[in-house]
């Protein structure tokens, strides 16, 4: 099948095509298994490959190129996100809105994680997997989003500030200055989704708290969206200390990386202990993200998974 694939902007079609047509080997490579070959041509771009193949290409050039109308500075994460909506079109991907720039997943794992942070359902969420597939990220997100609708009146976030253990003493300065280097991940998802002033200013009011663990002890939190960070890289008490603050109104989501715990050998990780004992239990929501999700660098995927492989051959062996 052969097909030309038009934009309705004739302006965006270089950057629908990318620097060296790299956008257009993207395509290429991710449909390769349907034949498909991508060429800039005119006024627009020739499609030829199976018929599959073809009509998943021009469903993602489309909503890539309306993603780069609103953001010109999208690129490959944007087009694999929508290929990959592309291929399963029943899919709901939902766009979290009225932010700094509007939120969109990019994978199929990414659109069900952000239904159960937007929905009623689930009051507890668990979000592991590896780095780079935005299960932080998206809940800062609908976090700084629940400030703004108003569903929550406070955004609180905590998470371990130094291998669970949070030895702060050696480090320079008070305690915010210690956390501080721990905690700027965090402020910069804020920055991304509310902008730097919007984001300081509740910091200053208070609206929104980043804090380490310890500051979560003795606290009821309520009518607040919580979530945790590193989950990991808590202990059991700890764990059961923060899940046990959540208070009227509130929501929480556990985020964390069950390949990356950083706690001695001994010591069980409260991530794993929770995914555990809360499998089933009414309100309690879980997404489990996957190499396959990463969007960071391509590379990043594949070092990924050669370090899953280099683990699953130590327990096979």
Known sequence: MSQIWEPRDAALLQLVCGPNHKN??????ELADGDLKA??????????????AVAIAELALTSFEATL?????AGLPALEGAIEQARTPEQSYKTLTG??????????????????LTGTKNDLIFGVGPAGTGKTFLAVAAGAA???????????????????GENLGFLPGDLEEKVEPYLRPIWDALDET?????????REKRIIEVAPLAFMRG?????????????????IAQMKMVLTRLGRDSRMVVTGD????????????????????LRGVEGVGRVTFSANDVRRHALVSRVIKAYDADDQQKRDD
């Open 39 to 52: 060429e800039s041509q005119g006024g627009g771009i020739r499609l030829q490959g199976s018929d599959d």
């Open 258 to 277: 069950p390949g990356q715990v950083d706690l001695p050998k001994n010591q069980p990780s409260g991530l794993a202990h929770a995914l555990r004992i």
């Open 146 to 164: 629940a400030l703004k609708n108003k569903s929550a009146a406070k955004l609180i976030i905590t998470r371990p500030a130094v291998e669970a």
């Open 219 to 235: 606290r009821t939190l309520k009518n607040a969206f919580v979530i945790m960070d590193e989950a990991q890289n808590s202990t």
């Open 194 to 202: 509310l902008g730097a002033d919007q984001a300081g200013r509740l």
């Open 24 to 29: 257009l080997l993207l395509l290429e490579a």
């Open 99 to 116: 932010l700094k720039t509007p939120i969109k997943p990019q994978t199929n794992t990414q659109a069900k994680y952000l239904d159960l």
């Open 69 to 73: 109308a609103k953001n010109p500075d």
